[in-house]
């Protein structure tokens, strides 16, 4: 059992890690048309908008590795 547990909680930091360089990337990609912007309120708008997803995107993601790491600790060992 501690085997296929160890082997969950890797799978949950790569996906954890790959989630993060996501968010990090989408992030600087709404930054990115925000301030390349130019005073358009249109793209000025889809940057926010961009990093405000990114940002819940990944609190999603943080949220749900609290739930698996709380399901998984409250099975037996």
């Given amino acids: 059992m501690d085997a296929i547990n160890g082997g969950i909680n890797n799978f949950i930091n790569i996906l954890t890690g790959l989630a993060f360089a996501g ?4 992030f600087i990609v709404g930054g990115f048309i925000y301030m390349s912007a130019s005073g358009s309120p249109k793209q000025m708008e889809k940057g926010k908008t961009a990093m405000l997803n990114a940002v819940g995107g990944f609190a999603f993601i943080i949220t749900a590795r609290t739930v698996a790491s709380l399901i998984q600790s ?3 060992h």
């Fill in 23 to 26: 968010f990090i990337l989408f």
């Fill in 74 to 76: 409250s099975l037996p």
